[in-house]
T-cell receptor, first 111, second 111 residues
């Protein structure tokens, strides 16, 4: 079962930062937080992941609270192409990284 | 480019007629996953292979089977498709304990 809670939808003005929150209050010590996005009718696309520390790559930044019970994905300068459903996933690395998707956040970037 | 390939992209079958969906990868990943995504829902994990070891999710119907003849290929067999099996089927791959990479999906229509 999904272990994350996300707002169902958000809007963001083009060029502004998009901050997408995720609650994972039952996360355990070895579980990672992954973020993916899915543009309509395409396969999910990897964005970023982290364990404890904040992470940044060319697509986004991931801020994880100190107690690890929540995180925020930041798209620093949203463009229209960032309109998608964003999934926050908590997973324990095992023989496979089984992903149990939550309902995600539908982000609409407005011109 | 290394990638996850799914064939066909669109598949139409008749009620009760067996159908096979194909996934191949050039990433040489040892874990392969199959997800089902129904309209307006999040992807749902059906099963995964860690090398040749098959791991079924507890709530995956018996109607769904999978084969992995080698590292590169994995097949999803639906033995007797019902109208409720119409969905996007997503294949993903990963190295052990690592990020999943998704294919573009196969959209299955059941008439």
């Amino acid at each position: 079962d999904a272990k994350t809670t996300q707002p169902p939808s958000m809007d963001c003005a083009e060029g502004r930062a998009a901050n997408l929150p995720c609650n994972h209050s039952t996360i355990s010590g070895n579980e990672y937080v992954y973020w993916y996005r899915q543009i309509h009718s395409q396969g999910p696309q990897y964005i970023i992941h982290g364990l404890k520390n904040n992470e940044t790559n060319e697509m986004a930044s991931l801020i994880i609270t100190e107690d690890r019970k929540s995180s925020t994905l930041i798209l620093p300068h949203a463009t229209l192409r960032d309109t998608a459903v964003y999934y926050c996933i908590v997973t324990f690395p095992n023989t496979g990284n089984q992903f149990y998707f939550g309902t995600g956040t539908s982000l609409t970037v407005i011109p | 480019d290394a990638m996850v390939i799914q064939n066909p992209r669109y598949q139409v079958t008749q009620f009760g007629k067996p159908v096979t969906l194909s996934c191949s990868q050039t990433l040489n990943h040892n874990v392969m996953y199959w997800y089902q995504q129904k309209s307006s829902q999040a992807p749902k994990l059906l099963f995964h292979y860690y090398d040749k070891d098959f791991n079924n999710e507890a709530d995956t119907p018996d109607n769904f089977q999978s084969r992995r003849p080698n590292t590169s290929f994995c097949f999803l067999d639906i033995r007797s498709p019902g109208l409720g099996d119409a969905a996007m089927y997503l294949c993903a791959t990963s190295r052990v304990l690592n990020t999943q990479y998704f294919g573009p999906g196969t959209r299955l229509t059941v008439l």
